[in-house]
C-alpha cells in the first residue's frame, strides 16, 4: 500500500505537469493523454484526484492564486497605507513570485490568452473577485485623504490595473522577458500617477 508520502508526490507531479502543459499547450490542446504520458502515471490516478482535465485546469488556477496571496501574506505589508506605496510593493512582490514560480507564471500568462470557452468564461469572473477582495481590504485603512480628488480613485485603480495587464501581456509576447526593466516601468507609471493625483504636501 502507497504511503501518504508517494500518493502526494503523484499528485504533485501531476500538478507541475498541468503547469508547464498548459502553458505551453493552452486548455484545448492538452489532452488528459498527454498529462498522464508527461506525469508518468495511469489516466485511472489523474481522475481520482481531478474529477476532469477542467477540474484539474481550475485548481491550479487557484492554486496559483494561493501561492501569490500567501507570499504576499508574509512580506506582512499591514503597516502600508499609502495607496501607491502598496500598489509598487504589491507588484513588485507578483514579480518576484513569478521569477521562483517559472511554471506557475507561464500558467498564469496562459490564462490570459486563453479562448476556450469551457473555461474563458469563468476565469475573468474569479479574477474580479480576487482583484476586489483584494483592494477592498487595503482601502479600509489607506490614506484617502492624500488624493486631490477621492472619487478619483476608480478611474486610478482601472488605470493601474489595465497596465498590470499590459505587462502581462509583453510576457506572453516576449522571449526575453526583462523583469528588473520592466519592473522599473511600471514604478515609473505609478509614480507619475502619484505626481498628478495626490496633494502636493504628500509628494
Same mark, same amino acid.
Given at each position: !500500500?502507497?504511503? $501518504?508520502?508517494?500518493?502526494?508526490?503523484?499528485?504533485? =507531479? @501531476?500538478?507541475?505537469?498541468?503547469?508547464?502543459?498548459?502553458?505551453?499547450?493552452?486548455?484545448?490542446? $492538452?489532452? #488528459?493523454?498527454?498529462? #498522464?504520458?508527461?506525469?508518468?502515471?495511469?489516466?485511472?490516478?489523474?481522475?481520482?484526484?481531478?474529477?476532469?482535465?477542467?477540474?484539474?485546469? +481550475?485548481?491550479?488556477?487557484?492554486?496559483?492564486?494561493?501561492?501569490? +496571496?500567501?507570499?504576499?501574506?508574509?512580506?506582512?505589508? %499591514?503597516?502600508? #497605507?499609502?495607496?501607491?506605496?502598496?500598489?509598487?510593493? $504589491?507588484?513588485?512582490?507578483?514579480?518576484?513570485? +513569478? &521569477?521562483?514560480?517559472?511554471?506557475?507564471?507561464?500558467?498564469?500568462?496562459?490564462?490570459?490568452?486563453?479562448?476556450?470557452?469551457?473555461?474563458?468564461?469563468?476565469?475573468?469572473?474569479?479574477?474580479?473577485?480576487?482583484?476586489?477582495?483584494?483592494? /477592498? &481590504?487595503?482601502? $479600509?485603512?489607506? /490614506?484617502?485623504?492624500?488624493?486631490?480628488?477621492?472619487?478619483?480613485?476608480?478611474?486610478? @485603480?482601472?488605470?493601474?490595473?489595465?497596465?498590470?495587464?499590459?505587462? +502581462?501581456?509583453?510576457?506572453? %509576447?516576449?522571449?526575453?522577458? /526583462?523583469?528588473?526593466?520592466? =519592473?522599473?516601468?511600471?514604478? %515609473?507609471?505609478?509614480? !507619475?500617477?502619484?505626481?498628478?493625483?495626490?496633494?502636493?504636501?504628500?509628494?
Amino acid at each position: !500500500m502507497e504511503t $501518504t508520502k508517494v500518493i502526494q508526490h503523484k499528485r504533485n =507531479r @501531476i500538478i507541475n505537469t498541468g503547469y508547464r502543459l498548459f502553458a505551453i499547450n493552452g486548455y484545448k490542446n $492538452t489532452t #488528459t493523454d498527454m498529462l #498522464t504520458k508527461d506525469a508518468g502515471i495511469a489516466k485511472g490516478l489523474l481522475f481520482y484526484y481531478f474529477k476532469s482535465k477542467k477540474d484539474l485546469y +481550475m485548481y491550479l488556477y487557484h492554486h496559483s492564486l494561493e501561492v501569490i +496571496m500567501t507570499e504576499l501574506e508574509k512580506k506582512h505589508y %499591514e503597516e502600508v #497605507t499609502d495607496f501607491f506605496d502598496f500598489i509598487i510593493h $504589491t507588484q513588485d512582490l507578483k514579480w518576484q513570485i +513569478m &521569477k521562483k514560480y517559472p511554471f506557475i507564471l507561464q500558467f498564469l500568462v496562459s490564462v490570459i490568452k486563453e479562448e476556450s470557452k469551457e473555461v474563458k468564461d469563468l476565469i475573468p469572473q474569479q479574477v474580479d473577485v480576487d482583484i476586489k477582495i483584494h483592494l /477592498d &481590504k487595503f482601502m $479600509t485603512k489607506a /490614506d484617502l485623504y492624500k488624493f486631490k480628488n477621492p472619487d478619483d480613485i476608480e478611474t486610478i @485603480i482601472n488605470l493601474i490595473t489595465l497596465c498590470s495587464k499590459g505587462a +502581462m501581456k509583453n510576457l506572453a %509576447e516576449c522571449k526575453d522577458y /526583462d523583469y528588473d526593466l520592466e =519592473r522599473e516601468k511600471f514604478q %515609473e507609471i505609478i509614480l !507619475m500617477l502619484k505626481r498628478n493625483f495626490y496633494k502636493e504636501e504628500y509628494l
